[in-house]
């Protein structure tokens, strides 16, 4: 097993902020969960 790493509460809200700045905040499509799992099944044919 792997040890863990100590984060300070000041450093994860840094890396929090930056990728949040990276991320939408909304889906520019909208769709199904069925839709969504069709897309799936196809790419992995």
Same mark, same amino acid.
């Given at each position: 097993? !792997?040890? /863990?790493? #100590?984060?300070?509460?000041? #450093? ?5 902020? &930056?990728?949040?700045? &990276? ?6 499509e909208?769709? /199904?969960?069925t839709?969504? !799992?069709?897309?799936?099944? !196809?790419?992995?044919?």
């Amino acid at each position: 097993m !792997q040890g /863990t790493t #100590e984060v300070k509460d000041d #450093e994860w809200l840094i890396c929090v902020r &930056r990728n949040a700045e &990276r991320f939408p905040t909304e889906l520019l499509e909208e769709s /199904t969960l069925t839709e969504m !799992q069709a897309v799936r099944r !196809q790419a992995v044919k």
